[in-house]
């Protein structure tokens, strides 16, 4: 696995995928299905989420598309925001049982009512967008990346935060991982996130 | 419809999402375009001109812009 390329100021992403075998490709609607209920299943019996409140939705009349958007709570205390779109390539081989690939995703772990933790974004419609000190020629658009903030830091590390990225899509984590190390995070910041968030009533108020 | 409810559904229910889906546009994107009505509203400004603010660099990256973004390649975008 090629490491990910790392721009000025920001810290290098440990490799979160370790398997070789390209989990990211096209996959029936029900191995799809299959491996994320699996994987939330777990992450609930391990007691690291406590609320999988994640939405499907058809778009109609769109080519060929499901939406996953909703929000999981992690170790109590995070919110893990999802939004990703399900493209279907083949719908005419298997009843009800499409050849379907992730085609775009947002994952953002915030600490509610302080700020986000970090987030993983496919390529954006966009190799400029916004200026950022860590990345001034808006390269990472292109590529799948990783924010990373610093919920306690001054304004920029805060709200501007670092992006790493990676033109290697199996370089990219499945949410399951994303959930596994925003628990990580978790443990090694408990203290500072329980005196921010004392107590354990997500709601999901940000949201509509 | 929560994505637990999917393992409730025959391949005759769930083949009705998919023809749906696959179907050309219709203009009725459903709680699709009530995502977008909503992000659209609470900043003023629709969906295209969302897209265009953050391709000329007008517009940062926040975690609801990410979120937008990915709802607008749902549409089509």
């Known amino acids: ?30 191995t799809y299905k299959e491996r994320h209920s699996t994987a939330m299943k777990g992450l609930l019996d391990d007691q690291i989420i406590q609320e999988d409140a994640i939405d499907f939705d058809y778009v109609e009349g769109a080519g060929g598309k499901f939406v996953y958007d909703g929000q999981v709570t992690v170790c109590g205390r995070l919110v893990l925001s999802v939004t990703k779109v399900i493209a279907i390539f083949d719908a005419t081989t ?19 009512g302080l700020g986000s933790v970090f987030r993983y974004c496919s390529p954006h419609p966009s190799k400029l967008g916004h200026e950022m000190k860590s990345d001034p020629d808006g390269q990472h658009h292109a590529f799948h990346h990783r924010h990373e903030f610093d919920p306690w830091g001054a304004d920029e590390a805060r709200f501007e935060g670092t992006v790493n990225y990676s033109p290697e899509r199996q370089n990219w984590p499945l949410l ?22 004392p107590e354990a009533s997500l709601h999901f108020p940000e949201r509509e | 419809m929560r994505i637990q409810e999917f393992d409730a559904l025959t391949a005759d229910e769930m083949q009705i999402f998919v023809d749906r889906s696959m179907g050309k546009p219709n203009g009725q994107l459903g709680s699709l375009q009530a995502k977008l009505g909503v992000l659209e509203s609470r900043y003023e400004m629709s969906t295209d001109t969302m897209l265009s603010r953050f391709r000329s660099g007008q517009l940062r990256e926040t975690a609801e812009i990410a979120r937008w973004l990915v709802l607008a390649q749902a549409r089509g975008e």
């Open chain 1, 1 to 30: 696995m090629k490491p990910l390329r790392s721009l000025a100021g920001s810290c290098l992403l440990k490799p979160v995928v370790s398997d070789p075998k390209d989990r990211h490709a096209p996959a029936r609607w029900c």
């Open chain 1, 176 to 197: 399951d991982a994303i959930i596994r190390e925003a628990a990580e995070w978790y443990r090694e910041h408990e203290a500072a996130v329980l005196a921010a968030v």
């Open chain 1, 94 to 112: 298997e009843k009800g049982n499409p050849v379907v690939q992730t085609k775009s995703y947002s994952y953002n772990l915030r600490i509610p």
